[in-house]
């Protein structure tokens, strides 16, 4: 009985050790944010982001941007997160027949709030309901979903 014991626990030990689980230290960043308000801090001009549903989706290093006014609606990039700053970056659209196309074009993004291609952002408030960021020429706002 004894030997069964140690047979047994060294077999699950070798089953849990051969398994590793990946997870982020992204805290409250990852999931599904909506966009509500998007400020030009150059003009002043305030828009609401729910117009043009523009929502953000966060998870490891990777984020997702849609909005009806995207080509395809779905953009695709990556994320750097430090302290309180957020760099995105590497910027493509995804489609399922042709897979990722990069940007080159900054300009299709500001629907989204993103002006360059690789765009940082100060974190004002990242909370588990309110993510708010500033960039040299926007302030978002989004809600959790």
């Known amino acids: 009985m004894k030997r069964l014991s140690i047979y047994l626990i060294i077999g699950i030990s070798l089953l849990l050790t051969s398994c590793h689980l990946v997870t982020s230290d992204n805290g409250d960043l ?3 944010w909506q966009m509500t308000i998007m400020e030009d801090l150059q003009t002043g001009e305030v ?3 729910r117009d043009n549903s523009v929502s953000w989706a966060f998870q490891g290093g990777m984020v997702q941007m849609n909005g ?3 080509p395809l609606n779905h953009v695709i990039g990556k994320f750097e997160k430090g302290g309180n700053s ?3 970056y590497h910027m493509a659209i995804f489609t399922h027949s042709k897979g990722d196309t990069p940007i080159e074009d ?4 500001e629907v989204v709030g993103i002006t360059q291609l690789d765009e940082n952002f100060q974190i004002l ?3 588990s309901n309110t993510l708010r960021l500033e ?7 989004f809600r959790k979903y």
């Open 68 to 70: 009806n006014t995207i």
């Open 106 to 109: 900054a300009s299709m993004l």
């Open 86 to 88: 957020l760099r995105i």
């Open 30 to 32: 990852d999931g599904l």
């Open 125 to 127: 408030e990242l909370n």
């Open 135 to 141: 960039s040299a020429a926007k302030r978002l706002t």
């Open 47 to 49: 828009s609401d982001g």
